[in-house]
């Protein structure tokens, strides 16, 4: 009998980590490990171990590796999906939060991938998937330290997939656009707000919040990470969503003053 796919998912407890992870445990081929900072220990949900992780902790993603590594033996997936996103002005966002923003989304991504790569070059190979955004391909008013959280994703992934290819690690980024998942009520507002954003700001992030909330299942980024990880050579950006696929390609259609004016309009911001 061939062995099963070792998959480590971060972010496994709601949105696009659990539909995942379930998933992927409910093909016999996949033994999987799903991530939560409220995770229990030894609790197996639908099939998929619950580890519990904060990828802003050194201490907590070295005993999350430690474990799976323990249980299994081996590492052959990792899907660095954990995050969040983090809404105001960029005058309104104290640099510590736009840290925080970066701790979890971007140094994060960095903390799992330094974990886990010992071990997948002594197996020989192995895969990792960095979930960035469309708003790590396109600037996102109200929401630019998420964006360039994501934009890093996007630039260390690039050159991570290069470094390990000799390796036999093959390193992909998942492009999703809108989708409706716990995102929306996790949002974190900056704290310093101003009332001369206000009214700009808030008519931008309820457009967001909708596009979210009536956008497609999450059950979508299951299924291209199965055809992802069945993938021989897998490529290193894959778009997910019709806004994540149009948007960029718009992009390059139009002169940059026209885009930007269609982003405005967009977010009712051309007042
Ligand atoms: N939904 C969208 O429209 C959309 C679009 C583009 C990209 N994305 C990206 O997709 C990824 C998953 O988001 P989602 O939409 O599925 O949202 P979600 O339902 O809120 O899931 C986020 C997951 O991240 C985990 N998480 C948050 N902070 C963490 C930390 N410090 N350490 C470990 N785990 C942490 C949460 O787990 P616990 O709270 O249980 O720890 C949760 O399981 C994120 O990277 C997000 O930026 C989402």
């Not at 990828?55 to 997936?77: E, F, H, L, P, Q």
């Not at 971007?106 to 071990?119: D, H, S, Y």
């Not at 956008?215 to 950006?237: K, N, S, T, V, Y």
């Amino acid at each position: 009998m061939r062995e099963r796919t070792v998959v480590l998912i971060t972010g496994a407890s709601s949105g696009f980590g659990e539909a995942a992870a379930r998933l992927l445990a409910a093909r016999g081929s996949y033994r999987v490990f799903g991530t939560s900072r409220r995770a229990a220990g030894d609790n197996a949900q639908g099939g998929v171990d619950m580890l519990p992780l904060d990828v802003r902790s050194d201490a907590s993603v070295a005993a999350c590796v430690d474990a799976v590594m323990r249980r299994a033996g081996r590492i052959n997936v990792l899907v660095n999906n954990a995050g969040y996103t983090l809404a105001g002005a960029v005058e309104e966002t104290a640099i510590d939060e736009a840290k925080a923003q970066f701790d979890t989304n971007f140094f994060g991504v960095a903390r799992m991938v330094r974990a886990v790569l010992p071990a997948m070059r002594a197996q020989g190979g192995g895969r990792i998937v960095n979930v960035s955004s469309l708003a790590g391909l396109v600037g996102v008013p109200f929401h630019a330290h998420y964006s360039a959280s994501k934009f890093a994703i996007e630039g260390l992934s690039e050159g991570l997939r290069q470094e390990v290819r000799r390796f036999g690690i093959h390193v992909s980024l998942i492009e999703p656009g809108d989708f409706k998942t716990a995102v929306t009520a996790a949002r974190e507002r900056a704290a310093g707000g101003l009332s001369a954003y206000a009214a700009a700001r808030d008519r931008a992030l309820d457009i967001m919040a909708r596009a979210e909330q009536s956008g497609p299942d999450p059950i979508r980024f299951a299924e291209l990470l199965l055809q992802i990880l069945q993938a021989r050579r897998p490529r290193l950006r894959y778009r997910l969503g019709n806004d994540a696929v149009w948007v960029p390609r718009a992009r390059r259609l139009v002169p940059e003053s026209v885009f930007e004016w269609l982003m405005r309009a967009n977010y009712e911001m051309n007042e």
